[in-house]
Nanobody
Framework: QVQLVESGGGLVQPGGSLRLSCTLSGTISSFYAVGWYRRAPGQERELVAAFTSRGRTNYADAVKGRFTISRLHANNTVYLQMNSPKPEDTAVYYC??????????????WGQGTQVTVSS
């Protein structure tokens, strides 16, 4: 069973910075993409940033130039560095692992979500 555990959410002032972490555990043979999504109150969940197993990265237009997704292979952790956040970035942020091949088959996995609030 693959698990994704997020941390790092909280309250941040506009223009500040915050880093989210997502640690993947379990046996993973391969995956298609790992990334971050978010859901703001009353809105649909949307992609924030993701990278594929082939090294391609994608960012939502709203966060380009401000957020950076990265991965530390040593501890199987994916980070989302949020610089210059805006109030409209307030949302619950979810870590996602897409098309993961593990001993039980092919699955999509989600973390439990972490709240990010951008406010002065």
């Amino acid at each position: 069973q693959v698990q994704l555990v997020e941390s790092g959410g909280g309250l941040v002032q506009p223009g500040g910075s915050l880093r989210l972490s997502c640690t993947l555990s379990g046996t993973i043979s391969s995956f298609y993409a790992v990334g971050w999504y978010r859901r703001a109150p009353g809105q649909e969940r949307e992609l924030v940033a993701a990278f594929t197993s082939r090294g391609r990265t994608n960012y939502a237009d709203a966060v380009k130039g401000r957020f950076t997704i990265s991965r530390l292979h040593a501890n199987n952790t994916v980070y989302l560095q949020m610089n210059s956040p805006k109030p409209e970035d307030t949302a619950v942020y979810y870590c996602n692992a897409d098309k993961v091949l593990d001993p039980s088959g092919l699955h999509d996995y989600w973390g439990q979500g972490t709240q990010v609030t951008v406010s002065s």
